[in-house]
Nanobody, 124 residues
Framework: QVQLVESGGGLVQAGGSLRLSCAAS????????MGWFRQAPGKDREFVAA????????YYADSVKGRFTISRDNAKSMVYLQMNSLKPEDTAIYYC?????????????????WGQGTQVVVSS
């Protein structure tokens, strides 16, 4: 069982930056691929970024590539999403997620564990 708690959301102007954090419970954190999804009002949840258990591989949605960076600190059981050059269309609830299989992040939204989400609002 993995419990995930996100933080760091808020209101920012377009062009600004935010850093989301996700704290994970459990002693086997490094066994899990971690990732971020988001859901904008009236839209389906979508994949944003994922990182492998040891951090050697990262994946990004085309819409955030070059602007967002996912990272993790296995010693602290933390995963981060650095978001730069934010746009109004990045406004959404951002969810941290964990799964043993990283392909699930990009191929399906059916990952095993979810956080409660943190709101990001980007004003124009």
């Amino acid at each position: 069982q993995v419990q995930l708690v996100e933080s760091g959301g808020g209101l920012v102007q377009a062009g600004g930056s935010l850093r989301l954090s996700c704290a994970a419970s459990g002693r086997t954190f490094s066994r899990y691929a971690m990732g971020w999804f988001r859901q904008a009002p009236g839209k389906d949840r979508e994949f944003v970024a994922a990182i492998s258990g040891r951090g050697g591989s990262t994946y990004y949605a085309d819409s955030v590539k070059g602007r967002f960076t996912i990272s993790r600190d296995n010693a602290k059981s933390m995963v981060y999403l650095q978001m730069n050059s934010l746009k109004p269309e990045d406004t959404a609830i951002y969810y941290c997620a964990a799964d043993n299989t990283i392909v699930k992040f990009t191929a399906t939204l059916n990952v095993d564990y979810w956080g409660q989400g943190t709101q990001v609002v980007v004003s124009s």
